[in-house]
């Protein structure tokens, strides 16, 4: 039988009380500064408060309806990393001096200079293919595609503060900067029942996984992921797309946005159809709709958020010829703020979205999480009934029409 370690109730304590800002920062998240809190992008709602070392996943709900999260490094590690208690406990104490005790502090930490290094490669990508294929039900051809693209391997990543954390194989997505060189990677796990994600520690994140289908040099249409594999999915359900750039920003990462759209692309959101994605849509698009407002000469140019509801509703308040207008991203947004008495001008306008950034709706319509989720839907026997349900009654739909306008026919001729 192998050696078994147990852990001491000291190092237990070490591991549930070590400064939480300065493991997730040493472990290659982004972060940013929000308020007196800490916001760890490409999560959704992960927020960090550095004075009591708690972090809250606004995303997440206990079964109360309170949002999930927990306290220090250890809980962060299996609630949000998705790590086994040993393999957690290995990974924040390591050598029990290596570990620095949490005290209550005013200033945050300056994020340290992270150099990539490419996770080493495994021999096969045999685990790799077993898992997208039976868990993630991705096609076969798919994920040969993006292996033979260089940009997807099975690889050892290891996410620890020392060099005996432990090792475990994984996908490895890489991200390419501009130049098509390597400039970090996100980590996927592949063992049965784990939802381990995580992202090798770097620098560069104004890139992304990028997988090109065309000719590079022509394309002009990217489409924008959260995750790899909602990426892979997607490319599954549209092999009508010839010619286009997919990039999974690793979150919701508006800088990634922000660069293809002054690039001059078009630029299509696939993020996920829940509130993280909808606030991602609408802060951009209210800034589209701000330039366009600007552009069509309006003045006094007044970005408002109502943020009683979640998502908050993101609207205008602008001067056009010398009226006030509101301006909204939808007719569902314009209900809500006036059923809400937001304050809003008393003519009020739909904006027509003619700019650069679109977002698809096709998980919204497919009442669906994100493209993984649709791919295994449309993969389904209910799904296929439906699809089949449909098109029986539009096809009697049609003959009904087809009969009446016959009717009338027969008696205009009459």
């Not at 078994?4 to 190092?11: S, V």
């Not at 092999?239 to 299509?268: C, D, Q, R, W």
């Not at 006030?324 to 809003?344: H, P, R, T, V, Y």
């Not at 349900?389 to 739909?397: F, I, N, Q, R, Y």
Request: glycine content about 8%.
């Amino acid at each position: 039988m192998g050696e078994y370690k147990r852990y001491t109730d000291e190092q237990i304590e070490q591991a549930k009380n070590a400064d939480l800002v300065e493991f997730v920062r040493s472990h290659g998240f982004d972060c940013e500064t929000v308020g007196k809190e800490i916001h760890v992008k490409g999560y959704g709602g992960l927020y960090i408060n550095p004075q009591k070392n708690l972090f809250t996943i606004f995303s997440q709900s206990k079964a109360d309806g309170s949002p999930e999260g927990g306290k220090g490094p250890l809980a962060f590690c299996q609630k949000v990393m998705g790590m086994s208690f040993k393999d957690a406990m290995q990974s924040i104490v390591g050598d029990a001096a290596e570990v620095k005790q949490f005290v209550p502090k005013n200033t945050v930490p300056q994020k340290e200079h992270r150099e990539f290094i490419m996770p080493e490669k495994s021999d096969n990508c045999k685990k790799v293919f077993a898992y997208l294929i039976n868990q993630r039900q991705l096609d076969p051809k798919i994920i040969s595609d993006f292996v033979n693209q260089g940009v997807l391997y099975q690889g050892y990543a290891q996410f620890g503060q020392n060099d005996d954390a432990p090792k475990h194989e994984n996908a490895i997505f890489l991200h390419l900067n501009e130049n098509g060189e390597p400039c970090g990677a996100d980590v996927q796990g592949i063992y049965s029942g784990t939802r381990f994600k995580g992202i090798v520690p770097h620098d560069d994140t104004d890139n992304g996984f990028v997988y090109i289908k065309g000719n590079a040099d022509t394309v002009d249409t990217v489409y924008l992921f959260e995750a790899p594999i909602d990426l892979m999915s997607f490319v599954e359900l549209h092999p009508e797309i010839e010619n286009a750039k997919f990039v999974s920003m690793g979150g919701l990462k508006p800088t990634i946005a922000m660069h293809y759209i002054e690039s001059n692309m078009t630029v299509i959101s696939c993020v996920d159809n829940d509130c993280a994605g909808q606030k991602f849509n609408d802060k951009i698009l209210k800034e589209k709709m701000q330039d366009s407002l600007s552009m069509a000469g309006g003045s006094d140019i007044d970005k408002r958020s109502f943020t009683d509801r979640d998502p908050p509703i993101e609207y205008i308040i602008a001067d056009i010829n010398g009226k006030q207008c509101s301006f909204f991203l939808s007719a569902n947004d314009f209900m809500d703020a006036k059923n809400s008495k937001a304050e809003i001008a008393q003519s009020s306008f739909i904006w027509a979205n003619r700019s650069n950034f679109r977002v698809n709706r096709e998980c919204a319509k497919a009442e669906v999480k994100d493209f993984n989720d649709l791919l295994k839907l449309t993969k389904s026997g209910n799904f296929a009934q439906e699809v089949q349900k449909v098109t029986v009654w539009s096809e009697k739909a049609q003959e009904k029409a087809q009969m009446r306008s016959q009717e009338r026919s027969a008696a205009i001729s009459k």
